[in-house]
């Protein structure tokens, strides 16, 4: 009897949906490539490993596993993004038949989706480019997922995609057509986009909390408590991780302190820059990365400028609370707002609540706010026209403006703090000083200015020099 599913590639994400397949219940087949010594009947020692996996086809060769698939075939890629995507599609082409459905699993730029999009409905294949956020817990029991292209090609594979995804609070799968082209993708990168700010939020907490003193386990202990105000997926296993103990020790001291990435964040923060929408928080956590790479040049210039100056800190910790809050609700402003302006721009039609809805659970940066926001979104596009959003923003703005103020005079950093702060300050500016820009960029370029005293939208130009 022929397989209901396919799936392809079989790293850490692909092994834990082929287990959350077949739990639920679907006969699948699974394909790994054969790499001489290096991966060698890795579909066939997987299925020999678990139980569950029973009635499952592993196969190490391509032809028969696309051949042991019932028509129109439904073959999910979980291999790594770039160009291997590429040359796995150019070699299972040849053996698809019109109508076959790829699904495209993995971290893809939404650019090179669209195009492969294109690229195989010229061969009569649909492709759907589909974000899955959980890492491998959610993989395994639930993940989130984002999947986009056509909505006839969707339908095919919904009952496969929203059987294994996770579950709001209602009940409802988190997964759901997001749109077309890349659109799956896109909402993909910029959900990592809001994880790289959540993180960088919380690692600014921890240094923090660090200058004054505290231990892991005391900051942990801190942490517990904030639970009721402000839970999250990242809060709770940013807990685990202080209270993670090896010989005695805790764990995060001996962590080296260079964050990677794997470029979802640059992504994120090339789109904000090319739609020209000010998502700063992303650019903001994006760098911070980066900066905590220059490891080395840290530490001379450690040495050279001196320890930054912490002595004198004492923070209050309801202020620390406020202030991560408030960050909180300008990252996912400024993700939101970034969804939406795409949307426009590329005529996705987004849905912006729905996307909330399925990532309160199965993903990264799923929360007790974006569950607020599910019912935010019903109302508003945007977060900062909400009435009981704004009104919380205003509750925690001076605690925002006086602990990132302390955190400068206390020389820590704290790049994505402060630019939530500085953000506000700027987006409620309603003279701000563009004008000498505009002033700047025609004294030197005769770029020309609009003027305040006429509305008609004119474009003057003054010879500055006279
Ligand atoms: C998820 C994560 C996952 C992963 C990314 C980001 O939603 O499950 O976003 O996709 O963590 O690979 O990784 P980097 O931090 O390495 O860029």
Not at 114 to 124: D, G, I, P
Request: glycine share 6%; with cysteine; hydrophobic share 40%.
């Amino acid at each position: 009897k022929k397989s209901e599913f396919g799936l392809l590639g079989l790293g850490v994400m692909g092994k834990s949906l082929c287990i959350n397949l077949s739990n639920n219940g679907f006969k699948i087949s699974m394909y790994n490539r054969h790499v001489d010594g290096v991966e060698e009947h890795v579909a066939l020692k997987f299925k020999k490993k678990h139980t569950e996996l029973s009635s499952a086809l592993p196969f190490d060769n391509l032809e028969e596993f696309v051949n042991s698939i019932q028509k129109p075939r439904k073959i999910m890629f979980m291999v790594n993004a770039g160009k291997t995507i590429d040359a796995v599609i150019e070699n299972i082409l040849p053996y698809l038949s019109e109508g076959d459905i790829i699904i495209d699993g993995g971290n893809s730029n939404y650019n090179s989706t669209k195009e492969r999009f294109e690229y195989l409905k010229s061969k009569n294949i649909h492709f759907i480019g589909a974000g899955v956020s959980g890492g491998e817990e959610g993989a395994l029991k639930g993940p989130s997922i984002m999947p986009s292209g056509s909505r006839e090609a969707y339908k095919s594979v919904q009952p496969f995609l929203e059987s294994i995804a996770s579950h709001d609070r209602n009940g409802l799968p988190c997964c759901a057509y997001i749109g077309p082209e890349g659109s799956g993708h896109f909402v993909k990168m910029i959900h990592n986009g809001i994880e790289y700010v959540e993180m960088q939020l919380l690692a600014e907490v921890f240094s923090i909390f660090k200058a004054t003193r505290k231990t892991p386990d005391e900051i942990a202990e801190v942490l517990e408590i904030w639970k009721k105000d402000v839970d999250s997926y990242l809060l709770n296993i940013t807990i685990d991780i202080l209270r993670k103990k090896e010989n005695n020790d805790w764990l995060i001291n001996n962590i080296l302190d260079k964050a990677g990435n794997k470029g979802t964040g640059n992504w994120a923060t090339i789109a904000t820059a090319e739609l020209g929408i000010p998502s700063t928080l992303i650019a903001s956590s994006l760098f911070a990365r980066y900066t905590s790479s220059f490891k080395e040049d840290r530490i001379k210039a450690n040495i050279s400028f001196g320890n930054n100056d912490s002595s004198n800190i004492k923070i209050d910790l309801i202020d620390l609370l406020n202030a991560y809050q408030f960050a909180r609700i300008i990252n996912h402003y400024q993700g939101f707002k970034l969804i939406e302006e795409a949307s426009k721009f590329h005529k996705w039609n987004l849905n912006l609540s729905e996307i909330a809805r399925i990532w309160t659970s199965g993903c990264i940066i799923k929360s007790d706010l974006m569950a607020v926001l599910v019912e935010v979104f019903k109302k508003s596009k945007s977060i900062l026209i909400n009435e009981s959003i704004k009104q919380q923003l205003q509750v925690l703005r001076p605690s925002a403006n006086k602990l990132v103020s302390q955190c400068i005079l206390n020389e820590i950093a704290i790049p994505c703090l402060s630019e939530s702060v500085n953000f506000l300050n700027t987006y409620t500016t309603a003279d701000s000083s563009a004008n000498l820009i505009q002033a700047q960029r025609d004294y030197f370029g005769a770029h020309t200015y609009q003027r305040t005293d006429d509305d008609s939208g004119k474009f003057y130009h003054t010879n500055w020099k006279n």
